[in-house]
């Protein structure tokens, strides 16, 4: 027999476990993968549907999906102390809505209605109140815009005067489209100081105001005179002449609107120089909401 010698002894031990240990690896590899292979796979953390927080859902009167990729969201007309349903429920239910969510938007004298009763308010304070409803209003379209939903605003009378502050005070771009139907830019001086001290009036042909010479008899009748004043004093086309183009809003009124009175050939003037979309016809206050309602949300935001 051969004498193996002790160098090559200790070789062949050295090669024996260098491939013991490749060994044990290979099969805890292999063992390994084989666990991986069995267990199921992880399920990706799940998706919270979009909705609406209580917080917003205190502030609003909806209809319609709560995660809908579109949201329509109305500032009241009024000046009312009651926050209103019908409109929300009328465009719910004539309108196609799949995709939208409604919304009704809380003003100051909607949440809190004793600020108007009792005693009659000041034109300061009514000013301080109409900001607070502004506030509220850009906080439930925020809210919205934060979701990544595109959103749409409609303003009606005492809404379109709100509609024109939201814009002039928090921007244009604070929704996606706008429309506003029987507003006006620089309502007549006469008119807003007469309601300022609780006196109504109206357009004669939607031309010429007459106001009251006396105040009227109930109290929360004048002090929402004063919250139509704090607003109506405002001239917009001073205000939103800092809005380089308006051709997201469409403009819709009245040419004898007895409430508002018409638009002048200036306010006119003023939103072709901007690029509103805007649409008259011959019929007073009511008239251009009935008439052209249905074209104004087709034209403006193409809900049919």
């Not at 000041?122 to 209003?137: C, G, K, W, Y």
Request: with cysteine; aromatic share 10%; hydrophobic share 40%.
């Amino acid at each position: 027999m051969k004498r193996v010698s002790s160098k090559m002894k200790i070789s062949n031990c050295y090669h024996f476990v260098t491939n013991l240990i490749l060994i044990a690896f290979f099969s805890i590899f292999i063992c390994s993968c084989a666990k991986d292979d069995d267990q199921s796979p992880v399920n990706p953390t799940p998706v919270t549907p979009v909705g609406i927080s209580q917080e917003i859902k205190d502030l609003i009167y909806f209809k319609g999906n709560e995660s809908a990729p579109t949201v329509l969201i109305n500032a009241q007309a009024g000046p009312d102390i009651e926050l209103g349903t019908d409109l929300v429920d009328n465009i719910f239910e004539n309108f196609n809505t799949t995709d939208i969510l409604t919304v009704n938007v809380h003003q100051a004298q909607t949440l809190n209605p004793t600020i108007l009763q009792g005693n009659d308010i000041t034109l300061a304070q009514a000013v301080s109140f109409n900001t607070e409803s502004i506030e509220t209003l850009y906080q439930v379209i925020k809210y919205f815009k934060d979701q990544g939903r595109t959103v749409y605003v409609l303003g009606i009378s005492f809404g379109a005067f709100i509609t024109q502050e939201l814009i002039a005070k928090k921007g244009i771009d604070s929704a996606d489209k706008y429309l506003i139907i029987t507003g006006r830019l620089d309502i007549n001086d006469v008119v807003w100081q007469g309601l300022s001290e609780g006196r109504f009036g109206f357009f004669e042909n939607g031309v010429t105001p007459i106001v009251d010479p006396e105040p009227g008899m109930d109290v929360i009748e004048r002090n929402i005179g004063r919250l139509a004043a704090g607003l109506g004093m405002n001239r917009y086309t001073q205000l939103l002449n800092t809005v380089n183009d308006l051709s997201n809003l469409t403009y819709i009124y009245g040419a004898t609107d007895q409430a508002v009175g018409s638009l002048t050939a200036e306010e006119v003037a003023f939103l072709e120089s901007k690029n509103a979309n805007i649409l008259t016809g011959n019929g007073g206050h009511d008239t251009p909401f009935i008439g052209f309602f249905k074209q104004g949300l087709s034209e403006a935001f193409g809900i049919e």
